[in-house]
Every structure is written in structure tokens, then in C-alpha cells.
């Protein structure tokens, strides 16, 4: 098994747990970030499989060829891989005069970390759910909270109970006093800041602020703009950014990026996985985004070109 110290050729002010964080931190740190930048080092494959909303994926293999790329304000965060990449992609950062940047040890321990904090389950939830136990003559077990992911940053969320006889595949148990919730692994990501209550009939009802579901309507160009406003915009604010859209034309929409988004190495990545993703999964009419911005101009763009 890997150990820190066995990488004793390494720098010597370099301290891998100044930067390492347990789960919770890692998570609380995300949220709390006025400029935070968060990178899978897992594959394409695994990353397409789970990953946290909002993280750009970037494999390792590919990590030491990219730290040009890399944004040098702002925090960055690194999970996925193993512990050893882990922590060979933290001493890249540190050799290249990164400074502010954390990890967690694999992305299993990350979502292996989740607890009750993450959720926020009303009195009157707990009450219901321990009564609807103990009427059932304890033939249940707890509840499970369907997540299913819709884009990038939305979700649908349902709740289910789960018998004593069914042991629930792919799923994370949390321990509350009198149950226990369920998630599925690939949920995880989605349930920080999850709230269970009873709704006007007095049923149980799962909603996160961040992520839930809402109808958007009006012409394309205002449902753009609801996307934007609602998703993109609030994503990419930690870092800076703001992207604004220019024209809807032909089934194609042309935006433009600016702030900390002009310039940015990484907006390609951002372009792909974040942008693109949230417009097209709510808007289906629009199919194909173009980035139209000058990251070259502007008083202030991200990246600065050369002198010729």
C-alpha cells in the first residue's frame, strides 16, 4: 500500500497533509469556496459514471501535460484516481507554484464519507417515518432516496421505503436514530443539501434547493437565458465568470464567456462538460453551442498572450 512516506526523495516543505482532507471537509470546503476550481482524475469512463456536479474531468495521465491550463487564482480541488496519483497531481501543483489547492485520498472514500449531515430530514419527517415503521409491525427498514440526475446541476428526488427483507444493491446505508437512509452510489453526489419533509397531504417529500427540478417555458432565446441564469451563471461565478448569450440561430446558440471565463485554458472543458450539457439536456431545439468569445482581448482576460 502506498505511503506518504515513502516518497522520501520528494520535496522536504512539501506536506501532502497540508492539503489533504477528510470527506466532509472536502465537501464543505466546495461549498464554501468563493473560487474554486474541481478536477476528476479518474478516466472519461468512470468520470461519465459518477462524478461530482460542476468537477471537470481530466484524467491523470493527462494531468502534468495540462498544468498550463490550469487556473492560477482560485482554489483547486482534486479527487479521483488513486492515493498515489492523488498525490503525485498535488506535488505538480506545488512544483509549479500552486498554492491554494486540497485532495481526498480516492473518490470511494469521498462518497464513502457521506452522513446524516448531508441531509436535512424535518421532525415531522423523522416522526412519520419512525410511525410508519413501527405500524408496519417493523416490516421496513428505513427510506431510500431516488435520485435521478437530469444535467449537470438538476435532479429529480423520490422516496421510497425499503423493506427489512431487501438488501438495496449499489447503495449507501446513513444511520438515523430510529432508521436508515439509502442512497445509491451514483446519487451521492447530488445529496448534499437535501431536505425530506411532508408535504400539504402529509406525504413524505425529498427536494434539494441546489439541484431540484424546476419547469422552464417562454421563446428558446428565454429559455437560454433561465439556464444561464438559474445554472451556468451561478457554476462558473466561482470562478469569475459569467456567460452571456449573443444569438440563437439555425438550432445553434452562440455565447460568450467572460470575466474569469475569458482567456481560461479550461474553457473548453468547461464549453463540453458543464455548459453545453445543461442547455441541451432542457432545451432539446438547440443542437449545437458555439463559443464566440475573444480570449485573446479585453482588459482584463484570464490569460494573457505573449509578446511578439
Known amino acids: 500500500m502506498f505511503k506518504f512516506s515513502d516518497l522520501s526523495d520528494k520535496e522536504e516543505d512539501f506536506n501532502a ?5 477528510s470527506p466532509k471537509k472536502f465537501f464543505e470546503k466546495r ?37 498550463y491550463q490550469m487556473p ?50 424535518s421532525q415531522k419527517a423523522q416522526e412519520h417515518i419512525t410511525s410508519f415503521i413501527k405500524d408496519s409491525a417493523e416490516k421496513f427498514q428505513g427510506i431510500s432516496i431516488i435520485i435521478e ?5 438538476k435532479a429529480n428526488y423520490s422516496i421510497q421505503f425499503i423493506e427489512l427483507s431487501a438488501t ?16 445509491s452510489n451514483e446519487g451521492i453526489p447530488y445529496l448534499e443539501g437535501t431536505e425530506v419533509d411532508l408535504n ?49 440561430k439555425d ?4 455565447l460568450e464567456f467572460g470575466g474569469g471565463c475569458q482567456g481560461c485554458g479550461m474553457i473548453d472543458v468547461t464549453l463540453k462538460q458543464g455548459v453545453e450539457v445543461m442547455i441541451k439536456a432542457q432545451i432539446p431545439e438547440i443542437e449545437a453551442i458555439y463559443d464566440v468569445t475573444d480570449h485573446a482581448g479585453g482588459t482584463n482576460p484570464y490569460y494573457q498572450p505573449s509578446a511578439k
Not at 17 to 21: A, E, F, M, S, Y
Not at 75 to 99: H, P, R, T, V
Open 17 to 21: 497533509q497540508d492539503h489533504l482532507l
Open 31 to 67: 461549498r464554501i469556496a468563493k473560487k474554486v476550481y474541481v478536477f476528476d482524475l479518474r478516466s472519461s469512463e468512470d468520470y461519465e459514471t459518477s462524478h461530482l456536479p460542476g468537477a471537470h474531468n481530466l484524467p491523470f495521465e493527462n494531468f502534468e501535460d495540462s498544468i
Open 72 to 121: 492560477f487564482s482560485g482554489e483547486i480541488m482534486l479527487y479521483g484516481g488513486d492515493q498515489k496519483e492523488l498525490f503525485s497531481a498535488a506535488e505538480i501543483l506545488y512544483d509549479n507554484g500552486f498554492e491554494i489547492f486540497y485532495f481526498i485520498d480516492s473518490y470511494d472514500s469521498l462518497i464513502g464519507g457521506v452522513d446524516a449531515s448531508f441531509i436535512d430530514i
Open 149 to 153: 440526475t437530469k444535467t449537470e446541476l
Open 168 to 183: 438495496p444493491a449499489e447503495k449507501i446505508s446513513i444511520d438515523f436514530e430510529n432508521f436508515q437512509v439509502f442512497v
Open 200 to 248: 400539504d397531504k402529509g406525504e413524505l417529500e425529498a427536494f434539494n434547493p441546489n439541484m431540484s427540478i424546476t419547469e422552464i417555458s417562454g421563446s428558446v432565446e428565454e429559455q437560454i437565458q433561465h439556464v444561464l441564469d438559474e445554472e451556468v451563471n451561478p457554476m462558473v461565478a466561482s470562478h469569475g465568470g459569467v456567460v452571456s448569450l449573443l444569438e440563437v
Open 251 to 254: 438550432h445553434n446558440a452562440y
